[in-house]
């Protein structure tokens, strides 16, 4: 903070709001902007996401499960971590009590390890599925997915109650450049090696092993699906059965797709903010200059993470088979539908793909165009036209 005011010219006046206010900074700046559409498209996002997996009752029961939980994970990331960090750089003082500074670093904390859990449960259940299909059926049931996902939270909040436990406020007294009274809200530990200890035990159970486990799980889901295998290939006279097998395949390896996905964006965002932290702990106290480099790179650092939670719905909607339909459904919308009824005769079309035949010449085609989902999920293009004669130039 002593570098930013090293500058200022003589005369100037500064209070303690300009010291406390940093909302006019550049980097402050553009930290509101990122924070901001972060949470206008996770937020979005994720409720798409929820109202999707409502819809679609086709889906793998299982991936169903586990993804809802993410969204979930996700949407309480959007809600609870967004607004404290983005109100934190505009008023650097917190306000927000023992309490919440208690409860907030916590349950967010919760949060971001349930998503990660939830991400190795369903490699291994992938893997389980697709690998030995025969142990699947009878692992993979209702309940037992309901207290996966259960454990997920229970796990989670034990390995994070520390956090509940050390966080305190702290009240420091700046005398440079004017005098202001900083209220933190950090994690007072009994010794620095318990804090250096706790950190590299997160590294490895959030990180470490979970991203491990799950390259190890996807690599052989991939060598399984992916793989040339004779079953598969079409023969002269199973064309059918051989079309259903192809189309069991092709869901398989869109549903690991999505999650694969979801896996190596969740590792790009948070392992740079997680090496940072361990950095602050085992780096030199005497390094002033490299530690001031490190603080001003640590909240876009941490901003990266918590846009995971935007991110893992705009890859769900991008390789969702029914985003894509709805997507191609408003495409079909644009055009330029016309039939062939008779004058003055509305009528309300559901197709897909194909166009319908064109007006006959004298009359004129009003269109109104919808494409929506219907209770199974599956994407509806109604097309209402009114088709009237030409009457002296007048419709």
């Known amino acids: 903070m002593n570098g930013t005011y090293a500058d200022l010219p003589a005369g100037f006046q500064l209070s303690a709001a300009d010291i406390l206010f940093t909302y006019a900074r550049p980097t402050s700046i553009a930290l509101i902007v990122l924070y901001s559409a972060i949470f206008l498209v996770g937020f979005t996002g994720n409720l798409v996401v929820l109202a999707l997996l409502q819809k679609k009752s086709r889906m793998d029961k299982v991936a169903n499960a586990f993804m809802l939980n993410l969204a979930v994970c996700d949407l309480l990331v959007i809600c609870l971590c967004v607004p404290i960090n983005l109100g934190m750089e505009v008023y650097k003082s917190y306000v927000y009590g023992r309490v919440l500074c208690k409860t907030l670093p916590y349950v967010q904390a919760v949060v971001v390890s349930t998503s990660v859990l939830t991400l190795t449960v369903v490699s291994l259940d992938r893997y389980m599925a697709i690998c030995y299909p025969l142990r699947a059926k009878v692992l993979s049931t209702k309940s037992r997915v309901k207290r996966s996902v259960l454990a997920t939270w229970l796990v989670s909040a034990l390995i994070m109650l520390p956090i509940a436990i050390f966080s305190e406020i702290e009240v420091k007294n700046i005398v440079y450049p004017v005098q202001v009274d900083l ?147 408003l495409r079909e919308c644009a055009k330029e539908p016309a039939g062939d009824d ?9 197709y897909r793909s194909d166009r319908p035949t064109p007006a006959r010449p004298g009359q004129e085609s009003l269109k109104s165009c919808r494409a929506s989902l219907d209770g199974k999920g599956r994407v509806v293009v109604t097309v209402s036209m009114t088709k009237s004669p030409k009457r002296g130039g007048i419709v």
């Open 342 to 350: 008779a004058a003055g005769i509305k009528q309300r079309l559901s």
């Open 183 to 329: 209220v933190l809200c950090t994690e007072k530990w009994p010794s620095t090696a318990a804090k250096k200890g706790y950190d590299l035990g997160l590294f490895a159970v959030l990180l470490v092993l979970p991203l491990g486990t799950m390259c190890v799980t996807y690599r052989k889901i991939a060598l399984k699906l992916w793989r040339r295998d004779s079953v598969f290939q079409k023969r002269q006279g199973e064309h059918c059965r051989m079309n259903s097998k192809s189309n069991v395949m092709h869901g398989r390896r869109r549903v690991v797709t999505v999650f694969m996905a979801l896996t190596a964006f969740f590792a790009l965002s948070w392992l740079p903010y997680f090496c940072l932290v361990l950095w602050f702990d085992f780096h030199d106290p005497s390094d002033l200059v490299s530690a001031q480099e490190a603080a001003g790179v640590f909240p876009f650092l941490l901003c990266l993470g918590i846009a995971n939670s935007a991110i893992d719905p705009i890859c769900y909607c991008i390789s969702d088979r029914t985003v894509r339909k709805f997507m191609r459904g």
